[in-house]
C-alpha cells in the first residue's frame, strides 16, 4: 500500500518532557487506569470531514488544503482514493474509531439511485479498510442540510418531496452504517429550524421532525441495527435558530415525542459555547436525564461567533 504520509511515523507516548510535537506527552494507549488500558476509557474517533474533507477555507476565501491524493472532483474514484489515505492516518495517530456523513465518504450522484449507488460502493471500500487495520465505525450519519434541496428544511421542510428524499438518505446511511458495524447513528438538524417565525409553523415542523425520527427507529429494528441513536444539540448555524439548539431543548423533544427511550445526546464543546453554556453544563444536563452518550471534543473561539471546530 502506498504511504501518504512518508515522513511521519507512528505517533508513540514518549511522556510529558517530549518536546516532539508528534508524539503524545500525556496519552499512553495501553497504560491501565484504574483496570482498563487508556484507548478503552478514551475511544477515540476522528471525523472523516475535518481530516479527509475540510479545504480550509472560509466565509471570505478559498480552502488552501490542496491534497495530493485528492484531485478536487466530487467523482466515486476519488472518493475511493481517499480511503486508504484516512485508514493510513487513523494507523499512524493510533486512533481506533472514525465517524462520518454520507455525503463526507461518497458523492451525489446525478440521480438518486447513483447517489445511493456510490454509497454501497464506498461503504464497500471502508468495509475492507476496516477488516484489514481493525478499525472501527462509531457512528454514521446523513448529511441532510448541505444540497440546496434541504435550504428550508429536511425533515421540517414544507416539501413532502423533500421529507421524502431526506427519508430515503437517512435509511441508505443507517444501512451503510450498519454494514460497516457503527456503533451508533446521529442526527444533527442544522437546517431543522427556522430564519423567520413570520413563516414558520413550529409545531407542524417539529411533528414531521419527530416523525422522521420514529420511522428511523423502526427501520432500525427491521433491518437488526442494535447501535445507539444520538441527537446532537447546536443553536444556530446554518438556521437562525435550530431546533436541537441545546440539550434541554432536545430533552423535552425526545420527551414530547416519546422518543427519549432511543435517543441519547452527542454534545459537543463548540455548539455548547455557541448556546452560551459551558460544556460542563450541557454534559451536566444531559447526564442527568440519563441521556449523555457521546462526546464530540473540540472547542471553539469566543472571540469568533460561528463553529470553528478547533482541536481541544
Not at 516532539?20 to 496519552?27: E, G, K, T, V
Not at 413532502?160 to 450498519?178: I, N, R
Not at 437546517?191 to 413570520?198: C, D, M, N, V
Not at 444536563?285 to 464530540?296: F, K, N, P, Y
Request: aromatic share 10%.
Amino acid at each position: 500500500m502506498p504511504d501518504h504520509f512518508p515522513n511521519v511515523s507512528k505517533i508513540e507516548f514518549e511522556g510529558p518532557d517530549s518536546d516532539n510535537p508528534l508524539a503524545f506527552r500525556h496519552y499512553n494507549p495501553d497504560e491501565l487506569v484504574a483496570g482498563k488500558s487508556m484507548k478503552e476509557h478514551l475511544r477515540f474517533g476522528a471525523a472523516y470531514w475535518h481530516c479527509m474533507r475540510n479545504p480550509l477555507g472560509d466565509p471570505f476565501g478559498d480552502g488552501t488544503a490542496l491534497m495530493p491524493w485528492d484531485d478536487g472532483s466530487e467523482s466515486l474514484d476519488n472518493a475511493l482514493a481517499r480511503v486508504p489515505v484516512f485508514f493510513e492516518f487513523l494507523e499512524k495517530s493510533q486512533i481506533d474509531y472514525y465517524c462520518f456523513h454520507d455525503r463526507d465518504v461518497s458523492p451525489e450522484g446525478a440521480t438518486w439511485a447513483e447517489t445511493h449507488s456510490n454509497l454501497e460502493r464506498v461503504t464497500q471500500e471502508l468495509k475492507g479498510a476496516q477488516d484489514g487495520s481493525g478499525k472501527k465505525l462509531l457512528w454514521g450519519t446523513a448529511c441532510l442540510f448541505a444540497h440546496p434541496r434541504y435550504a428550508q428544511g429536511a425533515a421540517t421542510s414544507p416539501s413532502a418531496d423533500v421529507f421524502a428524499y431526506a427519508a430515503s438518505q437517512v435509511k441508505h446511511a443507517l444501512e451503510a452504517t450498519h454494514a460497516l458495524g457503527g456503533e451508533g447513528y446521529v442526527f444533527w438538524g442544522g437546517r431543522e429550524g427556522y430564519a423567520s417565525l413570520i413563516n414558520t409553523d413550529m409545531k407542524r415542523e417539529l411533528d414531521h421532525l419527530a416523525q422522521l425520527l420514529h420511522m428511523a427507529v423502526d427501520h432500525a429494528k427491521k433491518i437488526g441495527f442494535t447501535g445507539q441513536f444520538y441527537i446532537e444539540p447546536k443553536p444556530r448555524e446554518p438556521s437562525t435558530h435550530q431546533y436541537d439548539s441545546d440539550a434541554a431543548a432536545c430533552l423535552n423533544f425526545l420527551r414530547e415525542y416519546d422518543l427519549l427511550d432511543h435517543l441519547k445526546l452527542n454534545i459537543e464543546t463548540n455548539h455548547a459555547e455557541l448556546a452560551g453554556h459551558t460544556m460542563e453544563h450541557e454534559l451536566d444536563v444531559a447526564s442527568a436525564a440519563g441521556a449523555l452518550g457521546s462526546i464530540d471534543a473540540n472547542r471553539g473561539d469566543q472571540l469568533i461567533g460561528w463553529d470553528t471546530d478547533q482541536f481541544p
